[in-house]
């Protein structure tokens, strides 16, 4: 594969493969467009270089074909306006076939096309070979810049790039910075490394978890995913979240982190609330003995005070997950008190990564983004490599 940044496109027509999964409310407005900003500068050397640059992406799930709430068309005003509102952004009411081939060979230099959401066929995520084939006819460079479909084999993440060959494919510079940064933590890390994971399900984490013991130094556990070790452990946890069939696994996981001399930090105070709602009632408490009744719904004083002790001696840190519910006001605190002790971690020299949909919501919602070394745009892809998974995005490019 090629460097991007080496790679000159002049006279070039690059089919990128970007992530413009973006949310939108009733009115096809985009309510967070951190991922299309992501790749922006990744499409700006393609043009600044003098080539032109033909964008997929899928949007959505959609079940039955094309369908109107999940068509590409209602980002294309503010992608024209992302890439500073002189660039001319067309679009193809399709992702394949003749609207699509006529557009992208009378697109000029500097000139962008988007094509309709490739998830309209169901061969996408089927990885299937001649729809991928299709796809490649379209441009003459292939560039992955889709680090949150990387876990994906499907046919623009994957296939595709059996059909460009090694000088002609290559990762833009978001899934560069994306897998450097996956990389340093995982293979090249500074110790002491602690692992923020938090969350409402040990379940979900648990390989995350395993493959961690034999990198991190110290684990901390925050979420509704901690009450199951607390009670694994005999602990009493009230109307807590827990996951009853867990338990015996949260107990293996406390036993090989000590054969592995990994510390697996729990919280040891809870904010407890008596029901899942913003104006419920509060307390502060320790997290064994929570009263009958009483839910923990986000870490305590005592446990903040710990944690960012933790973090503060840290030179790698990975977050993945939020320490309560911190979409409530009233339990928001343990998540934005850990997101200050990184950040201020970051400040002091270390190198933090921060990812998952919800860890990446908590830093954007404290203003702190800027403050980490990096937040990656992938939860999935990043998750699975984490947990030791090759992903096939990166792979097939590679």
């Known amino acids: 594969m090629s460097k991007f940044s080496d790679f000159n496109f002049k006279g070039h027509k690059a089919l990128v493969r970007v992530d413009f999964n973006v949310p939108l409310d009733e009115a096809f407005n985009i309510t967070d467009d951190t991922r299309m900003a992501a790749t922006i500068p990744t499409i700006k050397k393609i043009l600044a270089d003098g080539g032109s640059a033909i964008l997929m992406s899928h949007l959505g799930r959609p079940k039955d074909g094309p369908t109107d709430k999940f068509s590409l068309k209602h980002l294309v005003t503010h992608l024209h306006e992302l890439l500073g509102g002189q660039t001319k952004v067309f679009f193809a009411d399709n992702c394949i076939g003749g609207q699509a081939s006529l557009t992208a060979n009378m697109l000029r230099a500097g000139e962008v096309l988007l094509l309709e959401n490739l998830r309209f066929y169901k061969e996408e995520e089927a990885g299937d070979e001649a729809f991928a084939k299709k796809l490649s006819t379209i441009g003459d460079v292939y560039v992955n810049d889709a680090f949150g479909t990387a876990h994906r084999a499907h046919a623009s993440t994957a296939v595709i790039a059996k059909n460009f060959d090694t000088n002609n494919k290559m990762f833009g510079l978001l899934m560069e910075a994306e897998v450097n940064s996956a990389e340093k933590v995982l293979h090249n890390t500074e110790k002491p490394f602690t692992a923020i994971i938090g969350g409402a399900k040990v379940s979900d984490k648990i390989l995350i978890i395993e493959n961690l013991l034999e990198r991190a130094t110290d684990i901390i556990i ?99 997950g939020p320490m309560g519910v911190f979409e409530m006001e009233k339990f928001e605190n343990g998540t934005k008190q850990i997101a200050l002790a990184v950040a201020n971690a970051t400040s002091n020299g270390a190198f933090s990564l921060v990812g998952g949909g919800d860890s990446v919501a908590a830093v954007n919602k404290f203003n702190l983004a800027t403050k980490v070394s990096y937040v990656s745009t992938g939860g999935g892809a990043l998750l699975e490599y984490f947990e030791g998974k090759i992903l096939p995005g990166i792979e097939a490019v590679k």
Request: aromatic share 6%; hydrophobic share 40%.
């Open 222 to 320: 925050g979420g509704g995913m901690a009450y199951t070790f607390l009670k694994a452990r005999g602990g009493k946890i009230g109307a807590s979240l827990c996951e009853d069939d867990r338990l015996q696994t949260a107990l293996d996981i406390l036993e090989k982190a000590k054969q592995k001399n990994v510390s697996i930090h729990l919280p040891e105070t809870s904010t407890i609330a008596d029901k899942f709602a913003a104006d419920a009632n509060t307390q502060d408490c320790v997290s064994d003995a929570i009263p009958d009744g009483w839910m923990g719904l986000d870490i305590g004083a005592k446990a903040i005070g710990i944690f960012s002790e933790v973090i503060g001696k840290s030179k790698t840190i990975l977050w993945n």
